[in-house]
């Protein structure tokens, strides 16, 4: 087996494994795709870098798209996609495990930090770093190879989210979709991505905090 072929076998083992972890909902996903990506990146002998991290050209420019990228994309979640998939499917999106939220300032905190942590920082690095490696060695790099390395793994982001029920399924696959836009405008650098995310997060939990659970704004 050449060398090329043999690294196409494991890219091959390494998707299967992280769509497991997906679908079988092992531990938590995230955690788990992150053990693969040391692993990974430890047999490739390479390091972080790899997954998409690199010093943007301009820092207040990228802090600043992605704040009012994730603004925008909370306004539309909220005023269009959120309501329309409220109407087709008779529910609404699972909030249930921030019921302890509103109001309560010592639970935001906590909140706020799983945000930047876990979700911003660790679900970026499993989903839009070392997803979308994988998938762009084994669907090339050039445009239809990006569409559908973003597709596929936005959609399994999404599905990592099924706690949230159907809408949240579908409102997180389509979030996803933005920050892997987000990424490539950014020269394929997570950092972008991480930051949108961070700031989405963010904003919808201290809105939670202030209201309440927000099914739409019509």
Same mark, same amino acid.
């Given at each position: 087996?050449?060398?090329?072929?043999? /690294?196409?076998?494991?890219?091959?083992?390494?998707?299967?494994?992280?769509?497991?972890?997906? +679908?079988?909902?092992?531990?938590?996903?995230?955690?788990? &795709?992150?053990?693969?990506?040391?692993?990974?990146?430890? &047999?490739?002998?390479?390091?972080?870098?790899?997954?998409?991290?690199?010093?943007?050209?301009?820092?207040?420019?990228?802090?600043?798209?992605?704040? =009012?990228?994730?603004?925008?994309?909370?306004?539309?979640?909220?005023?269009?996609?959120?309501?329309?998939?409220?109407?087709?499917?008779?529910?609404?999106?699972?909030?249930?495990?921030?019921?302890?939220?509103?109001?309560?300032?010592?639970?935001?905190?906590?909140?706020?930090?799983?945000? /930047?942590?876990?979700?911003?920082?660790?679900?970026?690095?499993?989903?839009?770093?070392?997803?979308?490696?994988?998938?762009?060695?084994?669907?090339?790099?050039?445009?239809?190879?990006?569409?559908?390395?973003?597709?596929?793994?936005?959609?399994?982001?999404?599905?990592?989210?099924?706690?949230?029920?159907?809408?949240? =399924?579908?409102?997180?696959?389509?979030?996803?979709?933005?920050?892997? /836009? +987000?990424?490539?405008?950014?020269?394929?650098?997570?950092?972008?991505?991480?930051?949108?995310?961070?700031?989405?997060?963010?904003?919808?939990?201290?809105?939670?905090?202030?209201?309440?659970?927000?099914?739409?704004?019509?």
């Amino acid at each position: 087996m050449s060398t090329k072929a043999f /690294w196409k076998v494991i890219n091959i083992i390494e998707l299967a494994a992280i769509v497991t972890a997906i +679908l079988l909902d092992l531990f938590i996903p995230t955690l788990v &795709i992150l053990g693969l990506m040391i692993i990974s990146l430890f &047999i490739r002998r390479e390091n972080i870098v790899a997954i998409g991290f690199k010093r943007p050209q301009s820092w207040p420019a990228m802090i600043g798209i992605a704040f =009012v990228g994730a603004f925008c994309l909370q306004l539309f979640d909220a005023g269009l996609l959120m309501p329309i998939l409220n109407r087709l499917t008779g529910t609404t999106i699972d909030t249930s495990g921030f019921a302890n939220l509103q109001g309560n300032l010592g639970q935001l905190l906590i909140i706020l930090a799983f945000s /930047w942590t876990l979700a911003a920082l660790g679900e970026e690095m499993a989903y839009r770093g070392y997803l979308q490696k994988v998938l762009s060695s084994l669907l090339g790099n050039r445009r239809f190879g990006f569409i559908l390395t973003a597709l596929i793994s936005s959609l399994l982001f999404g599905l990592a989210h099924t706690e949230q029920g159907l809408i949240g =399924v579908f409102v997180t696959t389509s979030d996803a979709l933005f920050f892997s /836009w +987000l990424k490539h405008k950014f020269d394929n650098n997570l950092l972008a991505a991480i930051l949108a995310h961070g700031f989405y997060n963010s904003l919808g939990v201290i809105i939670f905090y202030f209201t309440g659970p927000i099914d739409g704004l019509w």
